[in-house]
């Protein structure tokens, strides 16, 4: 069982910078390949960005690749989403998530993570 919190998101304009975070509880996370998703109102959930559980392998989405960083600390329990140069396009609600997965390994398709965050809101004004 992991359980994750979610924090950091906020209003920022355009070309701002956000970091979340997602503490997580639980022993299993570092056990966990971690990833971030994001939905807007009426859209479907999207990938944003994974990392194995090793920290070593990581994948974004193509929209947020070269802007966003993905990371984690087992040591802390906790992974980021560190989200430079940032756009209107990126509003939505942002999401953690944890699954159990071989140590070298991450997915990125939402429906293969068992353990989600609350969300939280990131807001970019044009």
């Known amino acids: 069982q992991v359980q994750l919190v979610e924090s950091g998101g906020g209003l920022v304009q355009a070309g701002g910078s956000l970091r979340l975070s997602c503490a997580a509880a639980g022993r299993t996370f570092s056990n966990c390949a971690m990833g971030w998703f994001r939905q807007a109102p009426g859209k479907e959930r999207e990938f944003v960005a994974a990392?194995?559980?090793?920290?070593?392998?990581?994948g974004y989405a193509d929209s947020v690749k070269g802007r966003f960083t993905i990371s984690r600390d087992n040591a802390k329990n906790t992974a980021y989403l560190q989200m430079d140069s940032l756009k209107p396009e990126d509003t939505a609600v942002y999401y953690c998530?944890?699954?159990?997965?071989?140590?070298?390994?991450?997915?990125?398709?939402?429906?293969?993570?068992?353990?989600w965050g609350q969300g939280t809101q990131v807001t970019v004004s044009s």
């Open positions: 990392i194995s559980w090793s920290g070593a392998n990581t």
């Open positions: 998530a944890a699954e159990n997965a071989p140590y070298s390994n991450w997915y990125r398709d939402a429906h293969e993570y068992r353990y």
